[in-house]
């Protein structure tokens, strides 16, 4: 009864069935791992804005069906989303009672005839309060809790795991969970790096994973951040921030640009009787950029609006026109825009938000036409209808692929393709492309193996996630690069290594090879001891390059007759070090075949020593079992 009445509010039945899908899966997975006595953590992966809400809900309205009745649903701590999920949950779950977080007379006063579902920010004091009162109220004894954690890699896990502490929101989510005899959490995200690589011993290693299909006519990263590059990016200057921190007349041509597409979309909505148009402004994480961000673009504004009678309005105008005529074609004549331009530009219809933590939470910026400037705020979660256009500048040194990618607030449904433009430097770009190449390579592992094997792979100097939620205990981390050989070598399998290298008898620089003759080789080589040369771990290395970088180029160098001593600190001749760096962008394994005498510290017969690099731009991460 609960599903049937939440799918009956979804107008569109392709998505009311793939809910129907979706919570039918996931409650297998429940069926194969919850035994009303443990607590599980289920992993329930979407793309970013792809409905992943909608589909969790209709999981809730499921499991309410199979008589769970009380159930938590976390968003991050921000009030926006704390009262975007309430209104939604209240509008989509009318067989529920939703209770918000200052809602404890109706908490407790529920005579539980219907399924409770609380909305609570992941706050320090919201937290303890409803472990307060979840304690009081009695609900959990002798029944489950099912617990929904929005943007679960945000927050909840533990910061300070390598301090041998535990923080304060993750002590106060264990706590609630063991509030009842055995609970079930979903851990709902886009960017589950953090996820998983959690350790089994921390208590939040998802178990399962149930990946959501976006629906049809979903835009994101294979379409914005596509190889070749899409016709919807636009590149500035690389330091287009710096000069509108300047003082100065006018502002950057990228930004200016950026304005002026924004404000032929807001004609043509205008002209279609479209009421809501939104360009996103993200320029860093510092407040004070947002308001110097804001002061610039309303300046702007105001001169745009002097300058409507002006030659250089219309060319302008024009050319923003003209490059979105090329992939909307359809597009009003341009004479029809410029009027409506004036209009919106004369009635001052273009609202100027500044949206961060210092924002009101009643502030409206799904309707009517939008800039909106901001930070952190914009990262998770939040919303904009019909954007359509993007400037995007924040930079980070040390970028981290789960933060990153959560600032792509253009992905979505509601969008004009044709009317798309993101605007961004060269090196942002290829950054989020990187990044969605991850992300594809990752959802692939995921639809094809579950949980089992999963490995991330990034280029050099950026990092899967923060580094205060990883146990470093159990972390594998593999860089490019760098140089691995074992010091205490296995002095066996010599005459099998000679015969899967037969074909190399003579001497050269380099031998050119595949992933999977270097997988063979390195399960036959290696160390007595896995801290000393795991073997497992590089060919995870190997089998995670073969996916995401197929076209790397693989190499051998095999030299032979080694008169090498034991212990010496090193492996590599200086002149074969050279060659090996030589190849910085290609997966490199030279063999040595020494001699072992015994004068030299080995056992007294030849054998094979290994010594593995792979590309100088690529990191790999995964979790030690």
Known sequence: MNFTAYTNTIKNRELANSISQTATAVYGNIEQYFDYTNH???LLLGNVQSGKTAQTLGIIAKLAD???????????????????????????????????ENDDVKFLTSKNAKPILIVLKKNTSVLRKWRGLLSSSGYCVANPIVIVDDEADAASLNTLVNKSLISTINQHLSSIKNLASSSIYFQVTATPQSLLLQSQVSG??????????????????????????????????????????????????GLRDSLMSFLV?????????????????????????????????????NFLLEEVTENSFEENLRHAWLDLQTTKPDITNFEDIKKQVISLLSEHRIKLIVLNSKTPVEIEYNKGFNIVVGGNSLGRGITLSKLQTV???????????????????????????????????????????????????????????????????????????????????????????????????????????????????IERETEITTFDYI??????????????????????????LSVKRPTTKCYLIIRRNRDISKGTGTLLS????????????????????????????????????PNIKFPNDACFYDVKE
């Open 40 to 42: 599980i953590n289920g």
């Open 66 to 100: 199979e008589e769970f009745n009380i159930f938590l649903f976390l968003t991050t701590d921000n009030v926006y989303l704390q009262k975007q999920t309430y209104d939604r949950a209240v509008k989509s779950l009318t067989t529920f009672d939703i209770i918000g």
């Open 204 to 253: 939040w290693q998802p178990a399962f994973v149930n990946y959501f299909e976006p629906g049809e006519g979903y835009i994101g990263g294979t379409f914005v951040y596509a190889e070749p590059i899409s016709y919807c990016i636009k590149y500035t200057k690389e330091d287009e921030l710096d000069e509108v921190k300047q003082e100065s007349e006018f502002i950057p041509q």
């Open 265 to 301: 979309v807001c004609g043509y909505f205008e002209e279609n009787q479209i009421d809501t148009c939104n360009f996103l402004i993200h320029p860093s994480v510092k407040i004070n950029d947002h308001n110097t961000f804001a002061k610039r673009i309303g300046e702007h504004l």
């Open 391 to 505: 400037y995007y500048c924040r930079k980070s040194k040390t970028p981290q692929a789960d933060t990153f990618w959560q600032h792509s607030r253009m992905f979505g449904y509601d969008r004009d393709k044709g009317l798309m433009r993101i605007y961004t430097p060269p090196s942002l770009h290829r950054l989020f492309t990187e990044l969605n190449n991850s992300n594809q390579v990752l959802i692939k592992q995921i639809q094809e193996f579950g949980l089992d094997g999963i490995q991330l792979i990034y280029p050099q100097g950026i990092r899967p996630t923060r580094k205060n939620v990883i146990d470093n205990d159990y972390l594998n981390f593999v860089t490019g690069g760098v140089n691995f050989f074992p010091n205490n070598p296995i002095e066996i399998n010599t005459e099998k290594v000679d015969e899967l290298l037969s074909e190399y008898t």
């Open 519 to 544: 997988q063979q080789i390195i399960n036959l080589v290696g160390s007595k001891e896995i801290e000393d040369w795991d073997a497992e771990k590089f060919i995870k290395c190997v089998q995670s």
């Open 574 to 609: 200086p002149a074969d070090r050279r060659i090996g760096d030589k190849f910085d962008k290609a997966l490199v394994l030279t063999l040595y075949r020494v001699n072992g005498q015994t004068s030299k510290g080995w056992g007294g017969k030849p054998f094979w020593i």
